[in-house]
C-alpha cells in the first residue's frame, strides 16, 4: 500500500490526466479571431486590419500555452459577467487557451 501522500498524489496526476483526455480540444484560429473582430470587436478605434494584426500576434504569442485551462475569479459585476461569458470564449477560440 502507497503512503497517504503517495496516494493523493497519485490520484491527483490520475484527476489531471483524465481531464486532459477528455477534455474538448480548443484550437488557436485565425478564423475564429476574423469571425471575433467582424461579430463582438467593433466598433473599435482600430481598423479590422489593425485588429487581425494584433490577433495574430496574441495566438503566436500563446502558442505555447494552448491546450492548458486557465481558471479565472471574478466578482459578479456587469464588465466581469461580459468578460466571462463573452470575451472568455473569444480568448479561448483565438489563443487555443481554455478559460473556465
Same mark, same amino acid.
Given at each position: 500500500?502507497? #503512503?497517504? !501522500?503517495?496516494?493523493?498524489?497519485?490520484?491527483?496526476?490520475?484527476?489531471?490526466?483524465?481531464?486532459? @483526455?477528455?477534455?474538448? #480540444? =480548443?484550437?488557436?484560429?485565425? @478564423?475564429?479571431? !476574423? %469571425?471575433? $473582430?467582424? /461579430?463582438?470587436?467593433? #466598433?473599435?478605434?482600430? /481598423?479590422?486590419?489593425?485588429?487581425?494584426?494584433?490577433?495574430?500576434?496574441?495566438i !503566436?504569442?500563446?502558442? #505555447?500555452f %494552448?491546450?492548458?485551462? $486557465?481558471?479565472? =475569479? /471574478?466578482?459578479?459585476?456587469?464588465?466581469?459577467?461580459?468578460?466571462? !461569458? =463573452?470575451?472568455? %470564449? @473569444?480568448?479561448?477560440? $483565438?489563443?487555443?487557451?481554455?478559460?473556465?
Open positions: 500500500m502507497l #503512503p497517504s !501522500k503517495s496516494r493523493g498524489r497519485l490520484l491527483l496526476a490520475a484527476s489531471a490526466m483524465a481531464l486532459i @483526455a477528455f477534455a474538448a #480540444p =480548443v484550437r488557436a484560429d485565425e @478564423a475564429a479571431a !476574423k %469571425k471575433w $473582430i467582424d /461579430s463582438e470587436f467593433q #466598433p473599435s478605434t482600430l /481598423s479590422k486590419d489593425e485588429q487581425m494584426r494584433e490577433m495574430e500576434w496574441f !503566436k504569442a500563446a502558442e #505555447p %494552448k491546450g492548458m485551462e $486557465i481558471n479565472v =475569479v /471574478s466578482e459578479t459585476i456587469t464588465t466581469h459577467e461580459y468578460e466571462a !461569458k =463573452v470575451l472568455a %470564449k @473569444a480568448f479561448s477560440e $483565438i489563443t487555443g487557451i481554455k478559460l473556465t
